[in-house]
């Protein structure tokens, strides 16, 4: 992406205002793309610098809106809500949530315990809260199921599993086969989306290259054709 915009923008800024320059002199019509391209090409040389420091300024300030309690529940909620990424950030933290659980309890770790700990493992805050809740339902004399079954952002085959896995006294082994289950449905995801968006941001150079290539062109060719 930084590559596709940058070459735009540099192509953009050195090589259009040259061309422009050129078209100025030729008193002749321009067509409406190249009008279009010089356009922006003015915006980019006049407001450019402006531009960057503005999306500078505003990642650093989204970075610090993270840092906060309300804005980390705000991004993380966001996150879950995206099409599609949304579901790899909920696969990603139950798969997580799977593989800690289960080794903090094989391990012989108390089931409050493993649960307060895993909760701080998890890099969103929708998931922190949702096992914070868990753990104070247990503390309450709950299974891990019971209150599982009521948190939509868990899939339902999660509490199906973790009430199997209480049920016989192998929680620690079947919370590791989830995870690894998640783990290769994460990756599945991730490969599929790298593939899609490959071929797009290929196009994508391509078009805003061509755009530039039918604006520059385009006057010329009417040029010698008049001559």
Same mark, same amino acid.
């Given at each position: 992406?930084?590559?596709?915009?940058?070459?735009?923008?540099?192509?953009?800024?050195?090589? *259009?205002?040259?061309?422009?320059?050129?078209?100025?002199?030729?008193?002749?019509?321009?067509?409406?793309?190249?009008?279009?391209?010089?356009?922006?090409?003015?915006?980019?040389?006049?407001?450019?610098?402006?531009?960057?420091?503005?999306? *500078?300024?505003?990642?650093?300030?989204?970075?610090?809106?993270?840092?906060?309690?309300?804005?980390?529940?705000?991004?993380?909620?966001?996150?879950?809500?995206?099409?599609?990424?949304?579901?790899?950030?909920?696969? *990603?933290?139950?798969?997580?949530?799977?593989?800690?659980?289960?080794?903090?309890?094989?391990?012989?770790?108390?089931?409050?315990?493993?649960?307060?700990?895993?909760?701080?493992?998890?890099?969103?805050?929708?998931?922190?809260?949702?096992?914070?809740?868990?753990?104070?339902?247990?503390?309450?004399?709950?299974?891990?199921?019971?209150?599982?079954?009521?948190?939509?952002?868990?899939?339902?085959?999660?509490?199906?599993?973790?009430?199997?896995?209480?049920?016989?006294?192998?929680?620690?082994?079947?919370?590791?086969?989830?995870?690894?289950?998640?783990?290769?449905?994460?990756?599945?995801?991730?490969?599929?989306?790298?593939?899609?968006?490959?071929?797009?941001?290929?196009?994508?150079?391509?078009?805003?290259?061509?755009?530039?290539?039918?604006? *520059?062109?385009?006057?010329?060719?009417?040029?010698?054709?008049?001559?």
């Amino acid at each position: 992406t930084v590559v596709t915009f940058g070459a735009f923008a540099f192509l953009m800024v050195f090589l *259009v205002p040259r061309m422009a320059s050129i078209f100025e002199g030729l008193n002749t019509e321009l067509p409406w793309y190249t009008k279009l391209m010089m356009g922006i090409s003015a915006f980019l040389v006049n407001y450019g610098l402006y531009l960057v420091v503005a999306i *500078v300024v505003a990642v650093i300030l989204l970075f610090r809106y993270k840092k906060t309690e309300k804005g980390s529940r705000m991004i993380s909620k966001l996150l879950i809500k995206m099409p599609v990424f949304g579901e790899i950030v909920v696969k *990603v933290n139950v798969a997580r949530f799977s593989r800690t659980f289960g080794s903090l309890m094989s391990s012989g770790l108390s089931v409050l315990d493993a649960l307060n700990t895993t909760a701080t493992a998890l890099g969103n805050s929708v998931f922190q809260d949702a096992i914070r809740s868990i753990s104070k339902e247990v503390k309450a004399g709950k299974t891990i199921a019971e209150p599982l079954k009521s948190m939509t952002i868990f899939p339902p085959i999660v509490s199906q599993m973790v009430s199997v896995g209480e049920e016989t006294g192998k929680l620690d082994e079947i919370l590791l086969k989830l995870a690894a289950f998640y783990e290769k449905e994460v990756d599945a995801m991730v490969s599929g989306i790298t593939s899609i968006i490959e071929p797009i941001l290929i196009v994508t150079l391509g078009g805003l290259v061509g755009f530039i290539v039918v604006g *520059v062109f385009g006057p010329l060719s009417q040029l010698s054709n008049a001559v």
